[in-house]
């Protein structure tokens, strides 16, 4: 049966809605921990549109939860003392420790490995005291932690529909993977309920076969289920189920509550996820070096004798720090929302901090409704560019990743996929996405620093250049001959603003004066952010990455409110690209319509108005989704926002408004101007 608000819009639910209502149940979500609206942020999007500082203040204070959080485990570290343990062992028995997740916590799995495990690896090896591991270590370490994530090195760009919808998709990247019984299995998911991270372990289940009873706290040492949910939420949701009641699998729950945008768990969740897994990937190194090397060289390479409490609580101190230079981020977000707000463009320009600021670029797309990263082949559509100082894309895709680009293979995939997946609607949608994990998609990509890129995308006018620099590249920006120093003097030559962000030892007055010295194109304009943070005991670089993080979180979360990408502390610019997205999607619809239509003053203006259901919203969801599709020009045409006010227009004129009638209204008035016009309050 048609309901009232679909008859009134003159629209039928389509067939994918239908089934989405009655069959996809388990992919309706909204009743999580972390889908739900943060008492700290209400009013977000409004505030911070005329007090830029306290915006930021309101996003960074829900930090304190993960403190809090890590407080409590510091004091309970039972479970992740055992995972330390199995991966030391994994390390001296030349096993594998393998790490994979799906969007925000894949990006998170490959950063252990690329930005961490490695770089620590490569420098030890390169120094004398590998004389005294090498006989005891395989020669190859720096190659036995591997993260992954649902897609592979494409996903890394944007997200891949369908192939996180599917358990298999996991469970053909562990295959695929060659990982074996013994290794080391992590599996990390914020929501505790995402299907391929959940085929991922319980495939690693399966490579044991029949367990018996004696083996049972042997195999619970290797598999690892990391979540940021509660347990009896969760429990609702079958897939999820399953792997909470399975005895084997050691389950280390991190949950903090919600985020500071209702839903985003890039944020929060994937905060002290990075933070917890690189704590016990650093233990457990620790744990093996203390054998071999004495007091003074561990602590040549930045390990003091410290307990894993004391590492755990390490992290309080790094929120601080950050709301401490909340006084410079402030500009900083000004200035970058100004250039998407004047239709200019941003550069990202960086070579150490390189996969943080990818990481955080690349999920402003799927949060924010915004364009991915651009591909060689079309015009300019990405707000932001991302550059290393190197120039080709081959070597780019090597600064990003600390190897090659390594592609999935699309045959295999698909000949799965098109055997075992029997929903027509997921098998399709998996089958196009599997077109771009392939080899071929390396080329696709090239965030180089080369003449091509200058050449075709140069820093205009009204452009932001932004460039972060880490110890050593300081330096490298008064040399007029480094590669830093060519990008500032192109941004300048052409016209476009600049800010730095500097992570140093150095305090901050001394390295002002030292820059604006010695550098003369820089002026009063251009923007300095010193993010002053000691190398000493942090040896995998694991704290100033989450610094890092936690600042550009916080600083594109904020430039995306200011902008109206963002309703109070709702992400309604999110873009409904797998199951879970078009659930989140058509709850934001029904509870921001069902909010508006239930207040007094809608009431005094236009009369009582019976709420919407759940499916009304899911059919009007799929039914902008399909004229979005076919606005080519306008990619970036946020449905939710589309949805919400040709409800509410419709329900206010009662007469059915069309879609080409709704973006007019969105284009030229805008979402928040629309909602304040019909509501004052």
């Given amino acids: 049966m048609v309901s009232g608000i679909l008859k009134l819009l003159r629209l039928s639910p389509s067939a994918q809605s239908v089934d989405y209502v009655r069959r996809k149940k388990q992919f309706q979500l909204h009743r999580l921990l972390t889908e739900q609206r943060h008492p700290k942020t209400w009013g977000l999007s409004f505030k911070i549109k005329s007090d830029t500082l306290e915006g930021l203040r309101k996003i960074l204070s829900v930090d304190e939860e993960i403190s809090n959080k890590i407080m409590v485990l510091s004091k309970k570290p039972k479970l992740v003392i055992q995972a330390v343990n199995a991966v030391a062992k994994a390390i001296v028995e030349g096993k594998k420790i393998y790490i994979y997740g799906c969007g925000s916590t894949g990006r998170l799995a490959k950063q252990i490995e690329i930005a961490l495990w490695k770089p620590f690896w490569r420098q030890l090896k390169s120094s004398m005291l590998w004389e005294k591991l090498k006989n005891f270590l395989p020669s190859d370490i720096e190659e036995h932690l591997i993260g992954e994530m649902t897609g592979g090195d494409r996903a890394l760009v944007s997200a891949l529909e369908g192939l996180e919808d599917l358990q298999l998709i996991g469970y053909l990247q562990l295959i695929d993977n060659n990982i074996k019984k013994g290794d080391v299995l992590f599996a990390i998911t914020e929501g505790g309920e995402t299907s391929s991270v959940i085929g991922f372990i319980q495939g690693g289940l399966k490579l044991y076969g029949k367990i018996t009873s004696q083996k049972k706290n042997e195999i619970k040492k290797k598999l690892y289920f990391i979540y940021n949910n509660p347990n009896e939420v969760l429990k609702l949701i079958k897939r999820s189920r399953i ?7 050691t389950k280390i729950n991190l949950t903090t509550g919600p985020q500071a945008i209702a839903g985003s768990t890039r944020a929060q969740a994937t905060t002290i996820d990075t933070y917890v897994m690189g704590i016990i990937i650093e233990e457990a190194i620790y744990k093996v070096l203390r054998v071999f090397l004495t007091k003074d060289e561990l602590s040549l390479v930045g ?9 755990l609580k390490d992290f309080v101190h790094i929120p601080k720090t950050i709301f401490n230079l909340i006084n410079d981020i402030a500009p900083f977000t000004e200035l970058e929302t100004k250039a998407y707000k004047n239709h200019h463009f941003s550069i990202y320009f960086a070579k150490k901090a390189l996969f943080p600021i990818f990481i955080d670029v690349a999920e402003r797309s799927p949060t924010f409704k915004l364009d991915p990263l651009d591909t060689v082949k079309v015009p ?12 080709d894309y081959r070597e780019a895709w090597k600064v990003l990743l600390e190897r090659r680009f390594k592609g999935l293979n699309p045959p295999f995939y698909k000949a799965h996929v098109s055997k075992k997946v029997r929903d027509k609607f997921l098998q399709h949608t998996a089958l196009n996405s599997l077109n771009e994990v392939g080899q071929n998609q390396e080329a696709l990509y090239d965030f180089s620093f080369s003449k091509y ?19 050593e590249e300081i330096d490298e920006l008064l040399n007029p001959s480094s590669s830093f120093r060519s990008f500032l003097s192109l941004c300048k030559k052409n016209g476009s603003n600049v800010a ?3 992570i140093t030892e150095k305090q901050r007055d001394e390295l002002l004066v030292l820059l604006r010295s010695n550098i003369g194109d820089l002026d009063q304009d251009d923007h300095i952010i010193v993010l002053t943070m000691s190398r000493k005991d942090d040896p995998l670089n694991l704290r100033r990455q989450i610094a890092l993080k936690m600042v550009l979180n916080a600083h594109s979360t904020a430039v995306m409110a200011k902008l109206s990408r963002v309703l109070g502390n709702t992400m309604v610019n999110v873009n409904p690209t797998n199951l879970k997205l078009i659930g989140r999607s058509t709850f934001l619809i029904l509870s921001h319509v069902n909010d508006i239509v239930s207040r007094n003053e809608w009431k005094n203006k236009y009369g009582k108005t019976k709420p919407i259901k759940y499916a009304g919203a899911n059919a009007i969801l799929f039914s902008a989704m399909r004229f979005v599709r076919k606005l080519e020009k306008t990619g970036q045409t946020p449905e939710v926002p589309l949805c919400i006010i040709r409800v509410l227009e419709t329900l206010r004129q009662k007469k059915c408004i069309s879609w080409e009638e709704t973006f007019f209204i969105l284009e030229n008035e805008g979402f928040e101007n629309y909602l304040q016009r019909v509501l004052s309050s």
């Fill in 243 to 249: 792997v909470l009641e399975n005895k084997i699998i």
């Fill in 303 to 311: 390990f003091r004798n410290r307990t894993l409490s004391q590492r």
């Fill in 380 to 391: 300019r559509k990405s707000w932001v560019q991302v550059w290393t100082p190197v120039t």
């Fill in 453 to 471: 890129n200058i050449e075709k995308h140069p820093p205009r006018k009204g452009d932001l250049g932004v460039m972060i620099c880490v110890d």
């Fill in 500 to 502: 730095l962000l500097l």
